[in-house]
């Protein structure tokens, strides 16, 4: 996972160091709950605390590498689930200097549930010496009708349905990691997650959960302010052939790309939301195929050679099958 770091400051806290323009970010979430193996301020300068819903507190640190050096983020959580029952901490996407992470953690009351706390780790470019912030965004939430939840394409870990943790008759909508992505532009970003829905009529359109914020800005209850909306929206797509592309699709990964945010299927292609917009349109690219994907069995690895970026320009090369540049796109 790559982000770009133009906003990061110049130097680190005690101005001893400078930072890369561009790093190469690890995916996975380091967690390390004693002191000893926590990297202290002088190996991970970017750092920050705060507690979710579940009240208990956390670190985490960011220790900035130049490329091809990896980057890492760490966390610190030594009141969080146990690492060896449950993976607790997840690195969700980034863009930018922006970095969303998600917390879980399992309740037994009033019901067994598994929310999730979702934050945004960003650092501030306007000051040499300025410390990263740590926002908290609200959950997920909707009012059921008659009473009955959303269906979801979706199961959290441990197949909890959603629940009413806050008890105010909202329940909280579990959102898939693999599906969300965040886009920011300039002061203004957005947070997504997009499921295909399907009917026993063969229809097909898009339940997009999006919260629009502003980076500075507060909120209640100290979380990042916005709002969740959860709507569904037709896909515009071409032939028959694409139809049946989208009925069969699963999200492989989400990238920011320009205003859009694309949510990508490596054996279908690429479903484009311009997230920012009060009524945001869904349009469908289809990958040039040989022949149409048979059975699911290698989707299991597809992680392991196939990848998507976004390059400067068209003649920009990156290690991976799919290369999206500002113009166009191309299969390797």
């Not at 400078?18 to 709950?33: K, Y």
């Not at 609200?138 to 939840?149: A, D, I, L, M, V």
Request: net charge negative; hydrophobic share 35%.
């Amino acid at each position: 996972m790559a982000m770009s770091s133009s906003s990061f400051p110049t130097a680190t806290a005690t101005a001893t160091a400078s930072f890369p323009n561009w790093v190469m970010l690890e995916r996975f979430v380091f967690r390390r709950d004693d002191d000893k193996s926590f990297p202290d301020d002088t190996k991970a300068t970017l750092r920050a605390s705060g507690s979710g819903s579940h009240k208990t507190p956390f670190t985490i640190a960011f220790r900035i590498a130049d490329p091809p050096a990896i980057s890492r983020l760490y966390v610190q959580w030594p009141q969080g689930p146990n690492p060896e029952e449950m993976v607790a901490c997840h690195l969700v996407a980034t863009h930018r200097n922006l970095v969303l992470v998600c917390f879980c953690y399992i309740v037994e009351c009033p019901v067994p549930a598994c929310p999730q706390d979702y934050f945004i780790f960003t650092a501030s470019g306007d000051d040499p010496v300025s410390s990263p912030l740590l926002k908290a965004l609200p959950p997920c939430t909707y009012q059921p009708k008659g009473g009955e939840p959303l269906p979801c394409t979706y199961q959290p870990e441990g197949g909890f349905p959603p629940s009413d943790v806050e008890g105010d008759g909202n329940l909280r909508y579990p959102l898939e990691f693999r599906s969300v992505g965040i886009l920011c532009q300039g002061e203004e970003f957005a947070v997504a997650e997009l499921q295909v829905l399907r009917n026993i009529n063969a229809n097909v359109k898009a339940r997009l959960c999006v919260l629009r914020s502003a980076i500075s800005s507060k909120g209640e209850d100290g979380d990042g302010g916005g709002r969740w909306d959860i709507m569904e929206l037709p896909i515009v797509y071409g032939s028959g052939e694409e139809y049946w592309d989208i009925f069969y699709w699963t999200t492989d990964t989400v990238i920011a790309f320009q205003n859009y945010l694309c949510w990508v299927d490596y054996d279908r292609g690429m479903l484009f939301c311009d997230v920012l917009q009060k009524r945001p349109g869904i349009a469908f690219i289809r990958f040039p195929l040989d022949s149409f994907p048979n059975g699911r069995s290698r989707r299991h690895f597809s992680q392991v050679y196939r990848g998507v970026s976004v390059t400067p320009s068209a003649t920009a090369l990156a290690p991976s099958s799919l290369l999206m540049s500002t113009g166009s796109i191309a299969s390797c």
